[in-house]
């Protein structure tokens, strides 16, 4: 693959520079620099923005006959999808992950434009009975400018899932992309033009989380903003949207449990493990960092888990194309470090090292697929959020406590159960205090399937048609008919 040197934002229609300069984009892998990325500053996220408001106010988006919207939002996926091998190797230098993760993220971000693409056409006001003399009804309109602040460790999945939502219902959108990984967005202001979106409908701007990330979440013509990231960053975007009175969509971290019962498919479970906390180097919202496992089975479980991990080829996503028991390097040094603080500091605490909680030795962002056993709930692994390769398993004798050790920390995003009693899995389906559940496979679900927190994994839901509402506004409509003459 030949790297493009420098990369441009995409505001209203053209390429442009950063009022901020420049910022290096790094190989995680490598520790190299791989291309240059310009950086907004505060005057590019005015422009981005103000071109988006003038989308809106012309009607070009929103005036739209829906399915006119729904064949446009189903071109961007088809483009992405024309486009997989060059997309793919870029967001595997950007971010760290094995090749064939990256292609599946690629076919992952275009599904969400067939899935909001085809849902453009369901987006309809019902009628309301005023008694004879009124017709009453309600009817959805977009917000106008949509505001979306990413995350590096999905930045085509987040950016595709906001933004096919947002323009299926006819918002114009401004995208603030990760600084880590900045480069494989630039695809979707392509895809923009490719399908024939007017210019500044679709702004991709990197830029500095404090600086372009706080004036875009602090614009006064932003009128709807989503954000993907972490909790006190969404504070931060939350304040920032209460000021201007705007609605806001927070999706923060997690620290998920599975509860493995007595009875679970042990041989199948492993597969959710190695997907669970492995995929994305453990970098997933909603990686399943905590098993609390039935103390019979405890034992087994944890030799299983440390058979998957030291089963794991771990170094370079550009060298993993395959699908298989694989795994890239992390982000950044920075995330490994801290991830590799957290470990060292969960043994102190009182945690068994069971395999894994070291740098690899050689350069890039590596760590070792990791597995902590004895960790109680008390301890500070067992509650806070690693978002690296890290697998904390906790055990429990009766049920009641596997769920009370499920829901014992500030998050709430995914649970999951894994047994093969249909009362037990629907028993813990109701009493986990998270946004959503898997039972017997960790992931199951899609796009159609609304996901999104409880406490502090915050609030409103993505994906599915859930998703919709963010992006609308119910508008009412009562008509007094006159007498019949
Ligand atoms: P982060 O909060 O540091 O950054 C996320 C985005 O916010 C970046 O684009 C960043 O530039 C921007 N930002 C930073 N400070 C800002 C500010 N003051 N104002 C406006 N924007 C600002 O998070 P991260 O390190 O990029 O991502 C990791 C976190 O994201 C983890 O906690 C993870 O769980 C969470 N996450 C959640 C989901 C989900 O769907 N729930 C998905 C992916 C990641």
Known sequence: ????????????????????????????????????????????????????????????????????????????????????????????????????????????????????????????????????????????????????????????????????????????????????????????????????????????????????????????????????????????????????????????????????????????????????????AGQVCSAMSRVVVQKDVHDDLVGRAEAIAKSLSVGPGAERAEYGANMGAMVSDAQRDRAEAIVAQAVRDGARLVTGGRKLNRPGAFLEPTVLADVTPDMTIAKEEVFGPVLSILSFDKEDEAIEIANSTDYGLVGGVFTRDMDRATRAASRLRAGQVFVNEWYAGGVETPFGGYGKSGYGREKGREALWNYVQTKNIAIRMGPQS
């Not at 505001?11 to 950086?39: E, F, N, Y």
């Not at 949509?146 to 006819?170: C, H, K, V």
């Not at 992309?177 to 007017?198: C, D, K, Q, R, V």
């Not at 000021?243 to 041989?267: F, M, Q, R, T």
């Open 1 to 280: 693959m030949t790297m493009k040197p420098y990369w441009q934002n995409y505001i209203d229609g053209s390429w442009t520079d950063g009022g901020s300069g420049r910022i290096d984009v790094t190989d995680p892998a490598t520790g190299t620099v791989l291309a240059q990325h310009a950086l907004a500053g505060t005057a590019d996220v005015d422009r981005a923005v103000t071109a988006a408001a003038r989308v809106h106010a012309s009607g070009a988006l929103s005036d739209m006959r829906p399915v006119e919207r729904a064949r446009m939002v189903q071109a961007m996926g088809r483009y992405l999808l024309a486009h997989i091998d060059e997309i793919a190797p870029v967001l595997t230098a950007e971010q760290g992950k094995p090749l064939w993760e990256a292609r599946l993220e690629v076919e992952g971000a275009a599904r969400y434009f067939e899935y909001y693409g085809n849902q453009a056409e369901t987006v309809e006001g019902r009628s309301i009975p005023l008694g004879s003399g009124y017709l009453d009804f309600t009817v959805y309109e977009p917000f106008g400018v949509s505001a979306q602040i990413i995350p590096w460790n999905y930045p085509l999945e987040m950016t595709a899932r906001s933004l096919s939502a947002a323009l299926a219902t006819g918002n114009a959108c401004v995208i603030k992309t990760p600084e880590l990984t900045p480069l494989s967005n630039a695809w979707f202001a392509h895809a923009a033009e490719a399908a024939g979106l007017p210019g500044g409908a679709v702004n991709i701007l990197c830029g500095l989380g404090v600086e372009a990330g706080a004036a875009l979440s602090a614009h006064p013509d932003v009128n709807q903003i989503v954000f993907t990231g972490s909790v006190p960053t969404g504070v931060a975007i939350a304040r920032a949207a209460a000021k201007n009175v705007v609605p806001c969509v927070l999706e923060l971290g997690g620290k998920s449990a599975a509860i493995v019962h007595e009875d679970a498919d042990l041989n199948a479970f492993e597969e959710d493990l190695r997907w669970g906390i492995w995929f994305n």
